[in-house]
T-cell receptor, first 112, second 112 residues
Framework: RKEVEQDPGPFNVPEGATVAFNCTYS??????FFWYRQDCRKEPKLLMS???SGNEDGRFTAQLNRASQYISLLIRDSKLSDSATYLC?????????????FGKGTRLHILP | DADVTQTPRNRITKTGKRIMLECSQT?????MYWYRQDPGLGLRLIYY???????NKGEISDGYSVSRQAQAKFSLSLESAIPNQTALYFC???????????FGPGTRLLVL
């Protein structure tokens, strides 16, 4: 099993729809989880952290399922501006940063 | 002004040439990182530094070297560039708790 795995997509979703994608991770001792957004030819930027209790930020909801070792991102009422690649990031339990693992990303296209 | 800057933004070089990529930050963070991003492979960690003069290898350090002479600057060198080092290179910083990484705008490198 790969350390962090994401469906590469693309997900083609009509504007206004709800879309969700998951990210699985292999290390059960992983401690922190994030979703980053990356626009084409731009740098990744933090979208939201993922907490054990789940968290919501406007139209975005992130969930963590430790038992099944995955995190999810739900986008409601999708906008054209949501089109981007969404990167899952998992931090391991160790102090050293070589355990920060980026997923390869899921591409999302919002269609007008 | 951007908090994390990279120079140059684009570079074309020839096989065998030495090239240096520079990263500067005004965030006051101790931790700095160099990543490369390739289509289909996601972000991969090259080197990272927790403080001035502290250097640690990441996942793919072969063929690269780094220098951290000041808190605000972290440079990446390719001593003898080869075509498979053609990629998009990102510098990033973080605070000690590693919770969020702040990326520079990236450097596009083409090695002919």
């Amino acid at each position: 099993r790969k350390e962090v795995e994401q469906d590469p997509g693309p997900f083609n979703v009509p504007e206004g729809a709800t879309v969700a994608f998951n990210c699985t991770y292999s290390n059960s001792a992983s401690q922190s989880f994030f979703w980053y957004r990356q626009d084409c030819r731009k740098e990744p930027k933090l979208l939201m952290s993922v907490y054990s209790s789940g968290n919501e930020d406007g139209r975005f909801t992130a969930q963590l399922n430790r038992a099944s070792q995955y995190i999810s991102l739900l986008i409601r009422d999708s906008k054209l501006s949501d089109s981007a690649t969404y990167l899952c990031v998992v931090n391991g339990p160790q102090e050293r940063d070589d355990k920060i693992i980026f997923g390869k990303g899921t591409r999302l296209h919002i269609l007008p | 002004d951007a908090d994390v800057t990279q120079t140059p933004r684009n570079r074309i070089t020839k096989t065998g040439k030495r090239i240096m990529l520079e990263c500067s930050q005004t965030k006051g963070h101790d931790r700095m990182y160099w990543y490369r991003q390739d289509p289909g492979l996601g972000l991969r960690l090259i080197y990272y530094s927790f403080d001035v003069k502290d250097i640690n290898k990441g996942e793919i350090s072969d063929g690269y070297s780094v220098s951290r002479q000041a808190q605000a600057k972290f440079s990446l060198s390719l001593e003898s560039a080869i075509p498979n080092q053609t990629a998009l290179y990102f510098c990033a910083t973080s605070e000690p708790n590693q919770e969020t990484q702040y990326f520079g705008p990236g450097t596009r490198l083409l090695v002919l």
